[in-house]
């Protein structure tokens, strides 16, 4: 029995033996295989550095004649330059606003110069320079909440459980959005505020939405008038309170004896002397509205409010890709690479072929 467990445990130790040799192999060619990787890494970087110590004056040769032939270009044609104008819709008009500003954009691409003139009054010289018109919402993600609050408390409790910010998040679209913001581009630096009065006419050209314009401008002078009116009696009513608490102060005080003044329902009916702090509380809240009257005239005085225009001059709005000087020396570059490349190549399968 001991000649047999001490056999057993010599061929445990060898098969242990014979396992860490094997995860010893394999850690040993992975090892191999990383710093491979790492070697030719290195043979490249070499190699291609050789190749352009060795021909660097045909690559310099190639980015100077790009850099010349680039700043030609670029000296003989157009700039682009953009400007940006924000608005703030008013009554849903934002989808008509989208499609107004897409017209005007095929117009441009169409290179339609005499219907830009017409519609923007400008010269058919000056809307041919008027390369595209872009629109996009302006998220405030403040305004976001605050517009997911509102709607999420117009919904009952079955809706609250399954409607989430993000998925109200990713039902809004960019007409849902109360701010926009509206670019221009063009090859004229000083068109923007040429075209700034009568574009932003056409953003509004719709008759339903002018007239709710005109409907709602004569409800809120209705509603100011009717606070007018409040206001006015309610003076009345403090000035004539104010009137008989000098006479009963004048008179001699008599106990149980008085003066009652009432406001009409509210206190007549529990027979309560009115106090002279709610004339006035009423007052500060009837002035409240008006302010708040006040301010939705200058808010909704149109279907849209410009909340900032066109600069007096535009920008270059240019990506480095359509700027020439750039663009050339690299074209110039890879074409040299790509012709030292193909050479190589030719040497390379010449050598072949001789084997």
């Given at each position: 029995?001991?000649?047999?467990?001490?056999?057993?445990?010599?061929?445990?130790?060898?098969?242990?033996?014979?396992?860490?040799?094997?995860?010893?192999?394999?850690?040993?060619?992975?090892?191999?295989?990383?710093?491979?990787?790492?070697?030719?890494?290195?043979?490249?970087?070499?190699?291609?550095?050789?190749?352009?110590?060795?021909?660097?004056?045909?690559?310099?040769?190639?980015?100077?004649?790009?850099?010349?032939?680039?700043?030609?270009?670029?000296?003989?044609?157009?700039?682009?330059?953009?400007?940006?104008?924000?608005?703030?819709?008013?009554?849903?008009?934002?989808?008509?606003?989208?499609?107004?500003?897409?017209?005007?954009?095929?117009?441009?691409?169409?290179?339609?110069?005499?219907?830009?003139?017409?519609?923007?009054?400008?010269?058919?010289?000056?809307?041919?320079?008027?390369?595209?018109?872009?629109?996009?919402?302006?998220?405030?993600?403040?305004?976001?909440?605050?517009?997911?609050?509102?709607?999420?408390?117009?919904?009952?409790?079955?809706?609250?459980?399954?409607?989430?910010?993000d998925r109200y998040l990713g039902s809004l679209h960019a007409t849902d959005y109360p701010e926009?913001?509206?670019?221009?581009?063009?090859?004229?630096?000083?068109?923007?505020?040429?075209?700034?009065?009568?574009?932003?006419?056409?953003?509004?050209?719709?008759?339903?939405l002018e007239n709710l314009v005109i409907t709602n401008k004569r409800n809120l002078e209705l509603?100011?008038?009717?606070?007018?009116?409040?206001?006015?009696?309610?003076?009345?009513?403090?000035?004539?309170?104010?009137?008989?608490?000098?006479?009963?102060?004048?008179?001699?005080?008599?106990?149980?004896?008085?003066?009652?003044?009432?406001?009409?329902?509210?206190?007549?009916?529990?027979?309560?002397?009115?106090?002279?702090?709610?004339?006035?509380?009423?007052?500060?809240?009837?002035?409240e509205l008006r302010r708040e009257v006040n301010l939705r005239k200058a808010e909704e005085y149109?279907?849209?409010?410009?909340?900032?225009?066109?600069?007096?001059?535009?920008?270059?709005?240019?990506?480095?890709?359509?700027?020439?000087?750039?663009?050339?020396?690299?074209?110039?570059?890879?074409?040299?690479?790509?012709?030292?490349?193909?050479?190589?190549?030719?040497?390379?399968?010449?050598?072949?072929?001789?084997?």
């Amino acid at each position: 029995m001991s000649n047999e467990g001490q056999k057993s445990q010599q061929s445990e130790e060898v098969d242990l033996g014979q396992l860490f040799k094997v995860i010893g192999r394999g850690f040993d060619k992975l090892f191999k295989f990383i710093a491979s990787i790492f070697i030719g890494l290195y043979r490249l970087v070499i190699a291609l550095l050789s190749h352009f110590y060795r021909r660097k004056l045909w690559y310099g040769l190639a980015i100077v004649i790009g850099v010349v032939i680039g700043f030609v270009v670029d000296s003989k044609s157009d700039k682009l330059y953009g400007a940006n104008m924000f608005i703030e819709t008013n009554f849903k008009s934002a989808h008509q606003v989208y499609e107004n500003v897409k017209q005007l954009h095929q117009l441009a691409i169409d290179k339609d110069s005499m219907r830009l003139s017409k519609i923007l009054g400008v010269d058919p010289s000056q809307a041919s320079k008027l390369k595209g018109f872009y629109i996009k919402a302006s998220i405030d993600e403040n305004q976001v909440a605050e517009m997911y609050s509102e709607f999420y408390m117009k919904l009952d409790s079955l809706s609250r459980t399954t409607m989430t910010f993000d998925r109200y998040l990713g039902s809004l679209h960019a007409t849902d959005y109360p701010e926009h913001q509206i670019g221009v581009a063009s090859t004229n630096k000083s068109i923007f505020r040429l075209i700034e009065s009568r574009f932003t006419n056409k953003l509004i050209d719709n008759p339903y939405l002018e007239n709710l314009v005109i409907t709602n401008k004569r409800n809120l002078e209705l509603e100011e008038n009717a606070l007018k009116s409040q206001i006015q009696k309610t003076d009345s009513l403090a000035n004539e309170y104010l009137k008989i608490r000098i006479n009963e102060s004048r008179k001699d005080p008599v106990v149980g004896s008085g003066t009652n003044l009432y406001l009409a329902g509210d206190n007549e009916s529990q027979g309560l002397l009115m106090d002279e702090s709610k004339v006035i509380e009423k007052r500060l809240n009837l002035e409240e509205l008006r302010r708040e009257v006040n301010l939705r005239k200058a808010e909704e005085y149109g279907v849209v409010n410009v909340l900032g225009g066109f600069p007096e001059t535009g920008y270059d709005i240019r990506e480095w890709t359509d700027k020439m000087k750039f663009v050339f020396p690299l074209v110039l570059f890879a074409l040299t690479l790509g012709m030292f490349s193909i050479l190589g190549l030719g040497k390379f399968l010449e050598n072949e072929t001789k084997k």
